[in-house]
């Protein structure tokens, strides 16, 4: 099916689901490799192990948030231009914005590779931890310049009406992951970097297996001959800086986060935020499956000047959100004792009692969570960049920093009950700016 004919002529209600579905089950896929990624770890090599891919994660997010500014940031005018007919611009953009995601990756990678050792330092890890945090990374770093570009493709296959290629190439990276990193972990009995290798492997090929239709002719995107330009930059960064902020900023709040717990409660501290990482991660990737899969679909319609149908895409975005959003919390408070066991094998009364408050404070915060998610993917798609940029800042770094400073004298708790207060300030912002651009375009 063509863009034009998908995006425009398919009932918004019937388009909603055609686009959600395969979304939210190519995001499903990667929920169950990051089920199953934290359950090898955490069993096979221990809490060590467990809390070092906590400490070495926020860098590896970090690697890839300069690609997925550049993603994310092509992607809203390419939709927007494909909507207005001006296919040249849009094949352009997708043609400078491959090239300069390949190129950024070879220049982040190579600098992670070199320095993995001295940023974890600065952190206060030291001894085994350190050493398998920086192996962990520097396995990433390596595979940089081919693996970053693999979401942006994702993103550009569904533009293209490839809504289902996109589900089946996440869902077949995820289940190679997972069988892989079982092999190396399990039969082989190889550490920590193996997990990270089995990764970037499935993520290579699956790179590879998104660019052939592009590189075939056979989408409505095409490669061309680049004609980069600063307006174009320009526009790619603004676009996809609202994505950016959120990554980077949440991987320095990550980094702070990080740094207090292994004050107040050393590594079993870090290992229970690393069940919160994966928790959050798995509903996280569900509601971004939906809006992510939206957002071509929202950008072309609003290009097109098609608001009522932008409207409805909407209002089904909102209430999926909050549906997946109220079993979130509902399994937070319902089986945190079993989430703690699914993830770690550290029985001890101190440990589990730890992780079980953890989880619910943490499980209230998506009671507002899903709809500041909704606003900045809104917001994303129809380009108005400076609003999801503040939402973006706000709730990755601005709020939980402040609350950081304000709630350290509670020690542990105090950083447990961030994520519910940076949730409930981001929640207030995103309706106001929802509320000031309803009033400049009318939109309800």
Same mark, same amino acid.
């Given at each position: ?62 690697? /890839? ?7 994310? %940031? ?23 914005? =491959? ?28 001894? &085994? ?28 296959? #569904? ?16 289940? !190679?992951?997972?069988?892989? &990193?079982?092999? /190396? ?30 590189? =075939?002719? #056979? ?5 061309? =001959? ?23 900023? %949440? ?8 740094? +207090? ?5 050393? &590594? ?11 928790? +959050? ?7 971004? %499956? ?26 089904? =975005? ?53 709809? !500041?998610?909704?606003?900045? %993917? ?32 509670? &020690? ?33």
């Amino acid at each position: 099916m063509s863009s034009k004919r998908l995006f425009l002529k398919t009932p918004p209600v019937r388009l909603f689901f055609m686009a959600a579905l395969p979304g939210a089950a190519g995001m499903l896929a990667s929920m169950l490799y990051s089920i199953i990624d934290g359950v090898l770890v955490g069993n096979l090599l221990g809490m060590t192990a467990f809390a070092a891919i906590s400490l070495g994660l926020p860098f590896i997010i970090i690697n /890839f948030s300069l690609a997925d500014l550049i993603g994310v %940031g092509s992607s809203v005018p390419i939709a927007l231009y494909l909507g207005q007919k001006k296919d040249e611009q849009a094949n352009n953009i997708f043609t400078c914005s =491959c090239l300069m995601i390949v190129g950024a990756g070879i220049i982040i990678g190579a600098a992670l590779f070199v320095f993995a050792p001295s940023l974890l330092a600065l952190l206060g890890a030291e001894g &085994e931890l350190a050493r398998l945090a920086a192996d962990y990374v520097r396995v990433y770093a390596l595979f940089s310049p081919v693996t970053t570009i693999v979401f942006a493709l994702d993103n550009y296959l #569904r533009i293209s009406g490839k809504i289902r290629l996109s589900m089946w190439l996440n869902i077949i990276m995820s289940v !190679s992951i997972a069988v892989l &990193e079982f092999v /190396f972990l399990y039969v082989f009995r190889w550490g920590l970097w193996s997990a990270a290798f089995a990764a970037c492997l499935s993520m290579t090929a699956a790179a590879v297996s998104a660019l052939y239709p592009f590189m =075939c002719g #056979r989408l409505q995107l095409r490669f061309v =001959c680049p004609h980069f330009n600063l307006p174009m930059i320009r526009q790619i960064f603004a676009c996809g800086t609202p994505s950016f902020l959120n990554n980077i900023a %949440g991987r320095i709040t990550a980094v702070a986060l990080n740094v +207090g717990l292994l004050r107040f409660g050393g &590594e079993a501290a870090v290992a229970v935020y690393g069940i919160l990482v994966y928790f +959050g991660d798995i509903v996280q990737s569900l509601l971004y %499956g939906i809006y992510d899969s939206l957002q071509p679909a929202i950008g072309y319609n609003w290009g097109a000047g098609r608001r009522d149908r932008v409207l409805v895409l909407s209002w089904c =975005c909102l209430g999926a959100g909050a549906f997946l959003s109220l079993v979130a919390v509902a399994v937070t408070f319902l089986f945190p004792r079993q989430l703690t066991a699914l993830f770690s094998d550290n029985d001890s009364a101190m440990f589990v009692s730890m992780a079980i408050l953890a989880l619910k404070l943490y499980g209230i915060s998506y009671l507002v969570r899903w709809f !500041s998610f909704f606003v900045l %993917g809104f917001m994303t798609a129809v380009g108005h960049v400076w609003a999801a940029s503040a939402i973006s800042l706000a709730s990755a770094l601005v709020f939980p920093l402040l609350l950081l400073a304000l709630l350290w004298p509670l &020690e542990l708790f105090g950083l447990w009950l961030n994520f519910s207060g940076s949730a409930l300030l981001t929640f207030i912002l995103s309706i106001i700016l929802l509320c000031h651009f309803n009033k400049k375009v009318n939109l309800i």
